[in-house]
């Protein structure tokens, strides 16, 4: 049910992550982004496969950090197919991710999520994570807005 994602499901990948994020992403920029990550050791995308579709993806990042003097995992990207939530696969999944980043050597898992998805909090906390940091950001193309909104 689960497997390595492989640059033959960046089509699926594609529509799940734009889901998520409410919007319809730039695909060549994205197929661009999604290659380097499928054949970068740093990246590990996690496809969850029902009847030859795919619905759901987990895309980590491992990454040795200074302030850890170890290495880190983080969830970049989380997207169930609405059809599929609320029936275990996230929980699967991100225990799925756990796995994989103890047998890469991670000392924790971490994840950034916007203040609005409420109902991606209390999984992460029913998960057993713990929200210890802030996060910021800084819009780089002239709109710093200081509304939030998902895809933002």
């Known amino acids: 049910m689960y497997r390595k994602g492989s640059l ?7 529509e799940l992550i734009c889901d998520m994020e409410c919007t319809k992403l730039p695909y060549e920029k994205f197929y661009e982004i999604y290659k380097q990550q499928i054949d970068n050791i740093n990246y590990y995308c996690i496809i969850c496969e029902h009847n030859d579709e795919v619905i759901g993806v987990l895309n980590l990042r ?9 290495c880190i995992a983080e969830i970049m990207e989380f997207s169930i197919n609405p059809l599929y939530r609320n029936k275990g696969i996230g929980k699967e999944m991100f225990e799925e991710a756990c796995k994989i980043a103890k ?22 906390l029913r998960e057993g994570m713990n929200n210890f940091h802030f996060k910021f950001s ?6 710093n ?6 895809g933002k």
Not at 8 to 14: A, M
Not at 138 to 143: A, I, P, R, V
Not at 145 to 150: A, H, L, T
Request: glycine letters at 2%.
């Open 8 to 14: 033959n499901d960046c089509k699926w990948v594609y």
């Open 62 to 70: 491992f990454e040795q950090q200074l302030h850890h003097s170890e």
């Open 103 to 124: 047998n890469r050597n991670c000392i924790q898992i971490e994840v950034a999520c916007n203040n609005l998805r409420k109902d991606t909090h209390r999984f992460y």
């Open 138 to 143: 800084k819009s780089l193309n002239g709109d």
């Open 145 to 150: 807005s200081p509304q939030n909104k998902i």
